[in-house]
């Protein structure tokens, strides 16, 4: 995203200088990475005020290959409340560290079983929805059963799923299995479930505008979706033609030294002045 963002501001005068036909409206949220949290009023807000666009090019690591559809997702926090004791007396207490890892075994279970049963047509990597638990934290000490465990779920999904299947499958299993055993123990015991964030997946459309101007513009013709997320599905949802493009290689992003190819920045100027161009006549 920061690749094509400096691409397009960078352009900024000569979009000036153009005798556009048609704007370019250039779009820049917030929390993109914490669940695009910020598009959804934005795109609101744009949706009120501007005219409708003929074409959305969200602008994320795609080496400007054209990217028509991308899974979308969910992600949770799961609080695991149990009953602290000395670890002498393990049978009086709630580990809530054992327990969230029984939980955290439940999503593994799942994973699995989607793998097995995924369609080998499915054209995402890997072809089915992935439930993952990236982040977990408990206990105080060794010789103490933990009285708090959290850790965070992500699920994405290919587009025939709903990630709030297996969010309520989850919460099935801790009421009608986990809870009441710790609450045999410890009436205060017990697990929460707390929303994070939603990402909106993106799905081909059928002669998209979007998608039919960005080939034109690379010249890629290919089919392309993608296992990571974006803000398209925001965009699309509005009712708004959109495909995912941009400089950059998504295996650099999240790494401790995050860069984009000097020929990807080079790549992504002639992008845009060829949209530039495209806009003129």
Known sequence: MKGFNATVLAAVPQMVKAPLKRPIYIAMSYDEEVGCAGAGSMVTEMAAQLPKPEAVFVGEPTRLKVVTGH????????????????????????SAVMTGARLVTW?????????????????????????????????????????????????????????????????????????????AIAPEAGIAIRHRSQVIGLRPESD???????????????????SYGTEAGIFQRAGWSTVV????????????????????????????????????Q
């Open 71 to 94: 899974k979308g997702s969910i992600a949770f926090f799961v609080d695991v409340t149990g009953h602290s004791v000395h670890s002498s007396n393990v049978d009086r207490g709630v």
């Open 208 to 226: 998209g505008t979007a998608e039919r101007l960005a080939r034109q513009l690379t010249g890629d013709n290919a089919a392309h979706v993608v």
């Open 107 to 183: 999503f593994e279970d799942v994973l699995r079983e989607n793998a097995a049963k995924a369609d080998p047509a499915c054209p995402f990597d890997p072809p089915y929805t992935t439930p993952h638990v990236g982040m977990i934290k408990g206990g105080t000490a060794a010789n103490i059963v933990a009285k708090d465990c959290g850790f965070v779920v992500d699920i994405r999904v290919i587009p025939e799923d709903n990630p709030f299947d297996i969010l309520e499958r989850f919460k099935a299993y801790v009421r009608d299995e986990i809870e009441p055993r710790m609450k």
């Open 245 to 280: 493009c941009g400089p950059g290689d998504i295996a650099q992003a999240h790494q401790p030294d995050e860069y984009i190819e000097v020929s990807e920045l080079a790549a992504g100027t002639r992008f845009v002045a060829r949209a530039i161009e495209r806009l003129t």
